[in-house]
């Protein structure tokens, strides 16, 4: 496949490098029907922050879509979902994800606790692998998009994917207005 948002990036087939990716990344792959259309690019890790990456990488800012894990309680249950929107954008937090969840409050969950739960650095939290059962949400722009860059699951890497790739990950939902 030929990238248009790759900038500098050398992008190769997701599947051929497990190497640069965390395990549930990896596993999650190899069950994708549509791992074929991922790419993947290895980056310097001290650069995987969205707006340095784009600067380091010539990769366009309005192509790069952040993947951020939220936390709410209900009845004493702690529940979780990953939120996927436009770098450009914020999530709309406490509003449309605290519905979706259907808490009284929602924020993003300490960095600890989404490292733990995701097995995935900070910094490199991607939609793809996620824990069984979490609702991913995606925001419309994103579902629209021909090409994005995520996360990998690591600093040292970023995917290369089509927004209607992943409409099609487990858990997947597309809200309008997700994205502010």
């Not at 366009?60 to 009845?75: H, Q």
């Not at 910094?123 to 998009?145: E, K």
């Amino acid at each position: 496949m030929t990238w248009t948002i790759a900038g500098s990036l050398q992008v190769e087939n997701a599947t051929d490098r497990p190497d640069l990716l965390a395990a549930p990344v990896a596993a999650a792959l190899r069950r994708t029907p549509d791992a074929s259309r991922i790419g993947i690019a290895e980056i310097d890790p001290t650069l995987a922050d969205t707006a340095e990456f784009c600067a380091a990488y010539g990769s366009p800012l309005e192509a790069s879509a952040n993947c951020v894990v939220v936390a709410g309680k209900r009845a004493g249950e702690e529940r979780f979902a990953a939120c996927l929107v436009l770098a450009t954008t914020r999530a709309d937090v406490n509003g449309v994800v605290r519905r979706r969840l259907d808490v009284r409050k929602a924020s993003f969950a300490p960095t600890d606790t989404a490292v733990e739960l995701t097995g995935m650095e900070y910094g490199g939290i991607t939609p793809v692998g996620l824990p069984d059962g979490w609702p991913l949400l995606i925001d419309q722009a994103v579902a629209n998009a021909p090409e994005l860059i995520i996360g990998s699951g690591i600093r040292g890497s970023k995917l290369l994917i089509p927004g209607e790739v992943l409409v099609k990950l487990a858990g997947a939902e597309v809200i309008d207005g997700l994205g502010r």
